[in-house]
């Protein structure tokens, strides 16, 4: 009995080293495996100081009389590179303009300082580190008059000038621009946060159609089309349509809402994980599809609040297949979805305003597949807080190859408040675009 226990003592030792020496053998490649998984940075690139008067005059002779010495800025709220075009070329758009908060009272109030300001689409090259505009393409309303930043209704914030003391007028033909895509044909569409709206823009820049929630009664100089389901006119303050992208045969569009409705009620959409993507046929301008993405947990970018959660941006990769931008304003990470086994909800009673009793946005992650729900499949591919000098609020991502994305950041305009006399305060924060190497190639539709 003691030969045998020490021969089962000498087996269990054997063991354990062998088990150790592998061990030690395979930690240095899993180290290994989880640096190379973090992109490489291939070039960055800064727009250099243009005063806001200066870009906007040279689209709109005398249209800002007084910029109040802001830059431009804010030109990744949306990024799109073009399949195809050379790797540098990329279209951007910024917001609304610059804007701001001030305490009036016991009121905060949402002020314009620039409020001729008008949205422009570029075309950007960078070289040498310096984001350069080699075309501005002045976005019009159907007349022919320049579109404005300012908010749409009384179900946007209420707009003031610089000070908070006098209201603005409200401006159907304003776009808050919070994404960018461009056509095989050379048109665009934009996503924009009033409203949500989708809109269609020609190659001149005159908005064709501007797709709005059902029931949106909105009296903008284009046409109008309440074909966006009418739940989304719930969506929360300042967080409504933030993605776009496009198909490569233009077919369709993919729009991510970034944060989830406020629906039923107000404490259950902040409280909520529950965001929707929703697919529309570009031709008939009419949704075909709405999908379920689940946001991470807040406490896996530093916060404790589910409400900082945001999408960011979405390209296309195949017909099942996004790649899409979740982040805070402090960290971003990138995720491979895959819609193949995705639920579609249009049309059920997740996507019905009336269905308050049981709303998709009250749903635990947890309980989605006892509602038959089947949200967006997510695959991390990057976590871009672990990119040495990765700036704040990422909001630009576009694929330039299957190896290769862009992230930009939007700076708001780089000004960080104002002095006394109504001058901005630079804050020298400037915007930026990087291009990123992936460890792994993405799976594009050839």
């Known amino acids: 009995m003691n030969r045998q ?6 087996i269990l030792s054997l063991v354990g080293l062998v088990i150790t020496t592998a061990i030690s053998l395979l930690l240095p490649q899993l180290s290994m495996a989880q640096e190379s998984a973090i992109p490489a940075i291939v070039s960055r690139a800064s727009l250099p100081n243009i005063a806001i008067k200066d870009a906007i005059n040279r689209v709109w002779a005398g249209l800002v009389p007084d910029d109040r010495d802001l830059r431009l800025g804010g030109l990744f709220s949306g990024i799109y590179h073009v399949p195809g075009t050379p790797d540098n070329e990329f279209w951007a758009t910024a917001d609304r303009g610059p804007n701001g908060q001030v305490r009036v009272g016991n009121e905060t109030r949402r002020t314009f300082p620039v409020p001729e300001y008008s949205p422009v ?3 950007l090259r960078t070289a040498n580190n310096v984001i350069n505009i080699t075309e501005e393409i002045p976005i019009k309303t159907r007349s022919g008059k320049p579109i404005t930043g300012l908010s749409n209704t009384s179900s946007d914030e209420i707009p ?3 000070d908070g003391q006098t209201r603005l007028d409200f401006n159907p033909n304003g776009l808050d621009i919070e994404g960018i895509t461009r056509l095989p044909d050379g048109t665009f569409w934009l996503c924009d946060e009033y409203s949500p709206s989708v809109t269609h823009v020609d190659r001149n820049g005159t908005t064709v159609q501007r797709l709005v929630p059902a029931g949106l009664n909105l009296a903008a100089d284009t046409e109008v089309k309440g074909n966006i389901p009418a739940i989304y006119s719930f969506r929360r303050s300042n967080r409504g349509f933030e993605a776009i992208t496009s198909s490569k045969d233009g077919a369709k569009l993919f729009v991510g809402l970034q944060s989830p409705l406020e629906f039923p009620t107000r404490a259950i959409g902040r ?3 529950m965001t929707r993507i929703l697919v529309i046929d ?3 301008q009419r949704p075909t599809a709405e999908y379920v993405y689940v946001f991470d947990l807040a406490t896996g ?3 404790t609040d589910p409400g900082e959660m945001k999408l960011g941006d979405v390209d296309f990769v195949n017909s099942s297949t996004l790649l899409m931008l979740e982040r805070t304003d402090k960290i971003a990470k990138i995720y491979q979805l895959d819609l193949s086994r995705a639920t579609n909800i249009l049309g059920t009673k997740w996507s019905d305003p009336q269905n308050t009793q049981n709303s998709l946005e009250a749903l635990t992650p947890e309980q989605l597949a006892s509602n038959g729900i089947t949200p967006a499949g997510k695959t991390a591919i990057a976590d871009l807080s672990q990119i040495p000098g990765m700036m704040d609020k990422i909001e630009g991502l576009t694929i330039i190859n299957d190896r290769t ?5 939007d700076n708001d305009f780089g000004f ?3 002095t006394a006399q109504g001058r901005a305060i630079n804050n020298n924060l400037p915007t930026t675009v990087l291009t990123l190497r992936l460890a792994r190639p993405l799976p594009l539709e050839k």
Request: proline residues 0%.
């Open 405 to 409: 994305i862009a992230v930009g950041n």
């Open 271 to 273: 409280a909520s994980r």
């Open 416 to 418: 960080s408040g104002f």
């Open 160 to 162: 003031y000038t610089v």
């Open 5 to 10: 226990k020490r021969s089962l003592f000498l």
């Open 282 to 284: 570009s031709q008939t």
């Open 121 to 123: 689409i570029y075309k």
């Open 301 to 303: 970018y530093g916060e």
